[in-house]
């Protein structure tokens, strides 16, 4: 089962305790770690896939349901980049009741902050921060650390998928 890491401010805000983790078994996208991004009087949930660096995002409130609607909209996120129905809602599935555990990862925070300035900057400039857009922007979303493909290809490839097609709608030119 995959974990659902929350940086210290979430999990104070969630007003959760960690839990202390054994072995687990792991799913395609691994475990999730998820940080509080506050921009002006709106406050986001931003989420990162450890070995893939696929991003959601979704509003904070309430912060009692934030596991269960953030596997609502990987679910819905899952199906738009292409994952197989059966995938994506064992993936989603696992999520809803996932443990929440404390962040542990360096490299994913690394990436969690770049989210997190992509969504206060599109936040600042009028732009919806949890939609259907705004989770493909994500997908794209060039990740410096660890190099390689983009997080949509490299969740493809943790579901034995090919490379994703550029979208016509995230073109500029």
Not at 71 to 93: F, K, N, V, Y
Not at 100 to 110: E, H, M, T
Not at 138 to 152: E, K, M, N, R, Y
Request: with cysteine; aromatic share 6%; hydrophobic share 45%.
């Amino acid at each position: 089962m995959p974990v659902f890491r929350c940086t210290k401010s979430l999990l104070k805000s969630m007003k959760v305790k960690p839990v202390a983790l054994d072995d687990r078994l792991i799913s395609p996208l691994g475990d999730w770690t998820a940080k509080l991004v506050r921009v002006g009087r709106a406050n986001f949930v931003v989420a990162v896939s450890e070995p893939t660096r696929l991003g959601v995002v979704i509003a904070a409130a309430p912060f009692a349901s934030i596991t269960e609607r953030f596997a609502e909209t990987l679910l819905r996120l899952l199906l738009e980049i292409g994952i197989l129905s059966e995938d994506a809602e064992r993936e989603a599935t696992a999520m809803a009741t996932a443990p929440i555990a404390a962040s542990n990862s360096r490299s994913v925070l690394g990436t969690l902050n770049d989210y997190a300035r992509h969504v206060d900057s599109e936040a600042r400039r009028g732009e919806q921060c949890t939609g259907r857009l705004a989770h493909l922007h994500l997908a794209w979303f060039p990740v410096l650390t660890p190099a390689g493909p983009p997080p949509i290809d490299r969740a493809r490839a943790a579901f034995g998928l090919p490379p994703a097609d550029y979208p016509d709608e995230l073109r500029l030119f």
